[in-house]
């Protein structure tokens, strides 16, 4: 089943601009991550958030979680072309799903030169 | 891609056979997992492996099997029985904790 649910399924912007995807789930996890696939290939982990952290970054990515909303943000600051690619969230439920991750249906986020 | 290698990339199969993907890590993992993933859609959990010689189904196994028979190694077979099997097949490596996975470039199964 589909636990993550993301919006919106589609964005387009301009270079330099920045780009805002929200993942929702449904059951208590241990952390949530997020993805990044170019058309055809393999998935790229980016970041990883735990249950108790409420924020983190890496480079241009800022990655928000509200545990009590069971939502989070991708925010990727001045993006640039080679942005373009379809974002995913995955959560971790831990305990006996231990290392078992459910992908949302993703963003796909096209960056404009 | 890391040191995760799926083979072949391609792969073209006539209904009623049967069909393998190869994925193998130099990773040193000990879990492995595949996905189905099909047109415009996220990644679906087909099976997954913590250990050797151990595997469990995920949420779409009907129609697939596999072995682990190999730490390094983790062939899928799509059988007969998979009703609709043509799509793209991503197989990953992690440590088996809560940690993030490595995925392999991925297979795209079509069925003529």
């Known amino acids: 089943s589909q636990q993550g649910e993301e919006d919106p399924q589609a964005l387009s912007i301009q270079e330099g601009e920045n780009a805002t995807m929200n993942c929702s789930y449904k059951?208590?996890?241990?952390?949530l991550q997020w993805y990044r696939q170019n058309s055809g290939r393999g998935l790229v982990h980016l970041i990883l958030i735990r249950s108790n952290e409420r924020e983190k970054h890496s480079g241009r990515l800022r990655v928000t979680l509200d545990t009590s909303k069971k939502s989070s943000s991708l925010l990727i600051t001045a993006s640039r072309a080679a942005d373009t690619a379809s974002y995913f969230c995955a959560t971790d439920a831990g305990g006996t799903s231990y290392g078992k991750l459910t992908f949302g249906q993703g963003t796909i986020l096209t960056v404009h030169p | 891609d890391g040191g995760i290698t799926q083979s072949p990339k391609y792969l073209f199969r006539k209904e009623g056979q049967n069909v393998t993907l190869s994925c193998e890590q130099n990773?040193?993992?000990?879990?492995m997992y595949w996905y189905r993933q099909d047109p415009g859609q996220g990644l679906r959990l087909i099976y997954y492996s913590q250990i050797v010689n151990d595997f469990q189904k995920g949420d779409i196994a009907e129609g697939y099997s596999v072995s682990r028979e190999k730490k390094e190694s983790f062939p899928l077979t799509v059988t007969s029985a998979q009703k609709n099997p043509t799509a793209f097949y991503l197989c990953a490596s992690g440590t088996g904790y809560t940690d993030t996975q490595y995925f392999g470039p991925g297979t795209r199964l079509t069925v003529l």
């Open positions: 990773l040193n993992h000990d879990a």
């Open positions: 059951t208590s996890i241990n952390n």
